[in-house]
């Protein structure tokens, strides 16, 4: 028995002196810890776009006191379409949409913000006007930028034509606001 005694003992005495230690702090419980974050940005190429060709309704003429409308597809292929019973579509005037040729970051999503409606004024007389509305985009939904940072996009309406007292034969024309940007 004296042999588990001393052992008892001995293990008693370390005890003691172990706990008469001041205890240390652990390792990585810093009360303030600090850690060096990093910053990044990429600067990527402004968006820019050209207008390859403009909007054109075309040549056409009225017959009668209706009016009517003409629409241009928003596609690669150009389908201009008349209806009203007074509206008559005429060959001439090299109809079509709108094509703007889109550059910037390759890959990168564009948002098209898409115009309010126009007028177009008579040549001559300002106070004659015909309404663009009904605007239609191709391609459709989000566009986004190919590999080499392009995108071909079209854009087509419809033009809102008044009886011949109200719209007098002439050329009219007219502005638009469409934004792109990066989304």
């Known amino acids: 028995m004296k042999g588990k005694r001393w052992t008892h003992e001995l293990i008693l005495t370390w005890f003691l002196l172990l706990s008469m230690q001041p205890l240390q702090p652990l390792q990585g419980m810093d009360p303030d810890p600090e850690i060096t974050g990093r910053v990044i940005a990429e600067l990527i190429e402004a968006l820019s776009v050209e207008e390859a060709s403009p909007l054109n309704f075309g040549r056409?003429?009225?017959d009668g006191q209706g009016g009517g409308t003409i629409t241009?597809?928003?596609s690669p292929v150009v389908d201009r379409l008349a209806a009203g019973n007074a509206v008559h579509l005429a060959s001439g005037g090299n109809p079509g949409p709108a094509v703007y040729q889109v550059m910037g970051h390759p890959q990168a999503s564009v948002n098209i913000t898409p115009p309010e409606p126009a007028l177009l004024m008579h040549a001559t007389n300002p106070a004659y006007r015909m309404v663009?509305?009904?605007?239609t985009y191709f391609p459709p939904g989000a566009a986004k930028l190919d590999a080499n940072g392009k995108l071909t996009f079209y854009i087509g309406a419809t033009l809102h034509v008044e009886s011949l007292a109200m719209n007098p034969v002439g050329i009219y024309s007219g502005t638009y606001n469409v934004t792109f940007a990066y989304d």
Do not use: L, R, S
């Not at 663009?132 to 605007?135: I, K, Q, T």
């Open 132 to 135: 663009v509305a009904e605007w």
């Open 60 to 62: 056409f003429f009225i």
């Open 72 to 74: 241009i597809t928003a």
